[in-house]
């Protein structure tokens, strides 16, 4: 499976630290940063990586800033993207299977990179599936089409 990565400055270390993780687990790992401007503004690496997941280049998503918020906040700006910050392994869980959500979102202000990788490998090791949260998530869908 490939996997969109990306980050602002602030996160920088994270992202290679996770990049090396999900290429020991087998992932194949695409890096949507254009090199590392300090220019760069968060919202458009965030914006890569979420049109990446839409369009699927790649199924599942994750993108790093300072606190996470900001790249979750710009990810969930593209119709048909649910991004869900993540700060422990119980809401990496539930961010997937409660919400099926494609990409994650990490502070790299927030939280060590220990804790970062288990995110990450809660995250993937969960699968949505049809049952109690599915209509939730195809409310979501239908409040977003009425609002685009």
């Keep these: 499976m490939k996997i969109a990565i990306g980050c602002d400055n602030a996160a920088i ?10 290429l020991s687990l087998g992932f194949e790992v695409v890096d949507h940063n254009h090199g590392h401007d300090p220019d760069e503004l968060y919202a458009d690496v965030a914006a890569r990586v979420a049109l990446a997941v839409k369009h699927q280049h790649q199924p599942r998503g994750i993108i790093l800033c300072g606190t996470g918020i900001g790249v979750c906040i710009m ?16 809401s990496a869980e539930r961010a997937q299977l409660s919400n099926n959500a494609q990409i994650i979102t990490m502070g790299a202000r927030v939280i060590g990179s220990e804790l970062a990788k288990r995110i990450v490998s809660t995250w993937l090791s ?17 409040l977003e089409q009425q609002n685009a």
Excluded: M
């Design 13 to 22: 270390e994270l992202k290679n630290v996770i990049t090396q993780h999900l």
């Design 75 to 90: 990810a969930n700006k593209v119709r048909g993207i649910r991004a869900a910050l993540c700060h422990d392994t119980f």
């Design 126 to 142: 969960c699968e949505f599936v049809d049952g109690p949260s599915t209509a939730k998530v195809e409310r979501i869908h239908e």
